[in-house]
C-alpha cells in the first residue's frame, strides 16, 4: 500500500514554544492531506484539510492561527502548532489518500506524533 | 447531527469469534470504513463497504446493511495480535469522514 510517514514521532516541548509535525507521502502524490488529533480513549477529530498550493480548511473550533498549515509540495505538508500550551498535548496523526487504490478511498496515516507540553 | 456507535469495549478468547457492531446517522451515505489502531499507533485500514453484504478478507469479514444503517466487523480465528482499537467510520454525502469512538478488543489466552 502507500506509504505515508511523519515526523517527530515524539516531541516534549516547553509552554509558548511552537512545534513543527511533518508528513510525507512518500510513493504518491497527495493534492490533499488530513490532520487529525486524537485525546486519549477518544475517536480521531479531523483538524483541518491540507490543500497542496492553496490554504487549509480548518473544522469549527480549530484556531487556524494557532494550528498553521503549510502544504508547499504533492508530497509534503507540515503543521505547526504555535506557542504551545498543555491543553495542545495530544496524538496528531495526518493521513492522505493515494490515487493508487481507486475508489475505496481508504486513508494512509502517517505513523502519528505524540506532542507533550510541559 | 451525525454520528457513529459502537461498543466501548469487548473481551474475547484467542481462537474465538468476536463480532464488533457499527450503527451510523449521516446525512447521505457513501461507504463505510474499519480500521484498527494498536495503542500508540495510527490506524491502518481494514475494509470498505458501500454495497450491503459481507466482504470478506482472510480472518476478517465486514458486513454493511445500510437499509439499517448498519454494520458489523467479525473476526475469526483470533490472535493475541489483534488486541487493538477497531474504529468504524462511514463517509457521508460529501464524502466528510464520520468516526465512531472506537471499540477497544481484548484478547484473553
Known amino acids: 500500500g502507500a506509504v505515508v510517514s511523519q515526523h517527530p514521532s515524539r516531541v516534549i516541548c516547553k509552554s509558548g514554544t511552537s512545534v513543527k509535525i511533518e508528513c510525507r507521502s512518500l510513493?504518491?502524490?497527495?493534492?490533499?492531506m488530513f490532520w487529525y488529533r486524537q485525546f486519549p480513549k477518544q475517536s480521531l477529530m479531523l483538524m483541518a484539510t491540507?490543500?497542496?498550493?492553496?490554504?487549509?480548511?480548518?473544522e469549527q473550533g480549530v484556531e487556524k492561527d494557532k494550528f498553521l498549515i503549510n502544504h508547499a509540495s504533492l508530497t509534503l505538508s507540515t503543521l505547526t502548532v504555535t506557542s504551545a500550551h498543555p491543553e495542545d498535548s495530544s496524538f496528531y496523526i495526518c493521513s492522505a489518500r493515494s490515487p493508487l487504490t481507486g475508489e475505496t478511498g481508504e486513508l494512509f496515516f502517517g505513523e502519528g506524533s505524540r506532542l507533550t507540553v510541559l | 447531527g451525525q454520528n457513529i456507535d459502537q461498543p466501548t469495549e469487548m473481551t474475547a478468547t484467542e481462537g474465538a469469534i468476536v463480532q464488533i457492531n457499527c450503527t451510523y446517522q449521516t446525512s447521505g451515505f457513501n461507504g463505510l470504513f474499519w480500521y484498527q489502531q494498536h495503542a500508540g499507533e495510527a490506524p491502518t485500514f481494514l475494509s470498505y463497504?458501500?454495497l450491503d453484504g459481507l466482504e470478506e478478507k482472510g480472518r476478517f469479514s465486514s458486513f454493511l446493511s445500510r437499509s439499517k444503517g448498519y454494520s458489523y466487523l467479525l473476526l475469526k480465528e483470533l490472535q493475541m495480535k489483534d488486541s487493538a482499537s477497531y474504529l468504524c467510520?462511514?463517509?457521508?454525502?460529501?464524502?466528510?469522514?464520520?468516526w465512531g469512538a472506537g471499540t477497544k478488543l481484548i484478547i484473553k489466552p
Open positions: 463497504n458501500v
Open positions: 491540507s490543500n497542496e498550493g492553496s490554504k487549509a480548511t480548518y
Open positions: 467510520a462511514a463517509w457521508d454525502s460529501n464524502y466528510q469522514l464520520i
Open positions: 510513493d504518491f502524490q497527495a493534492t490533499t
